[in-house]
């Protein structure tokens, strides 16, 4: 709660989640930090990164977490914020109950504090080959046009950072799970859609049919109601679905 009512006193009192290594275990440490006008919780991190002393008078090390782009592009500095998975710089304190909480994603190894490491995420866009390739560096002459329906699509599908938010509300997706998540399969949509990316659309619809794939998703539908870019993702699943759905039966008639 706020200790204050007055506009200069108040203050912010904001609970974080501390890990020194992988290998430590987690604490809390509570902090109280000057209130600022339209302050969002990476401000809050920077006060307490100034200044890391705890609520209590103890004096403690600066908190680690990543951030770039401040404006919900990046998708860097994603964490759990009162609960709920979230950009630290688009979450603002005036619609934050206090004392704030923020720890780090469950679903990702923690590095230190709030810094997790993402990278099995970029390791599953990999694993369902989520480009456009090329032969070779030398003109290639025009590609196949898209129409403006197309690309309306394909932009909306394109907005995905990475952040992370879609898998960490995912209940089937973990540490103990194979599952490549909605990010990616959302990223399987995409680049089938692309006039070029097509040609490699079996490729990539085979990959999500074998283990880890489409049918590890259990239809929880909460990957949708966290994303910050508000992609289809429930669209992009069902897509995939159907479209896997279609290429076992072609492939059952050897088509």
């Not at 440490?29 to 609520?55: D, K």
């Not at 964490?79 to 923020?102: E, F």
Request: glycine share 8%; hydrophobic share 35%.
């Amino acid at each position: 709660m706020e200790s204050s009512q007055s506009a200069g006193n108040r203050t912010v009192q904001v609970r974080v989640m501390r890990q020194e290594n992988p290998n430590s275990t987690p604490r809390w440490e509570l902090f109280e930090v000057p209130y600022r006008p339209n302050m969002n919780v990476h401000m809050c991190l920077l006060e307490i990164q100034e200044r890391p002393t705890t609520i209590e008078g103890s004096q403690t090390t600066p908190p680690c977490w990543e951030v770039n782009c401040l404006e919900e592009v990046c998708g860097s500095c994603t964490m759990v914020i009162n609960g709920r998975v979230r950009q630290a710089c688009s979450a603002l304190v005036d619609t934050l109950s206090q004392p704030i909480t923020i720890e780090p994603m469950s679903k990702f190894p923690v590095v230190r504090d709030l810094v997790v490491d993402r990278s099995r995420m970029f390791e599953e866009l990999k694993k369902v080959k989520a480009w456009v390739p090329l032969d070779g560096t030398h003109a290639l002459g025009n590609g196949p046009r898209y129409s403006q329906e197309e690309q309306s699509t394909a932009y909306v599908l394109s907005r995905c950072m990475t952040c992370g938010c879609c898998v960490e509300a995912c209940p089937q997706y973990g540490p103990g799970s194979a599952f490549i998540g909605p990010a990616a399969i959302n990223q399987v949509r995409r680049f089938n859609l692309h006039p070029t990316g097509a040609l490699n659309k079996g490729e990539r619809i085979e990959t999500v049919m074998g283990p880890g794939g489409i049918t590890d998703c259990g239809n929880a539908q909460v990957c949708a109601s966290v994303c910050p870019k508000e992609i289809p993702l429930l669209e992009s699943i069902a897509a995939v679905a159907r479209d896997a759905t279609v290429h076992s039966i072609r492939r059952w008639f050897g088509k």
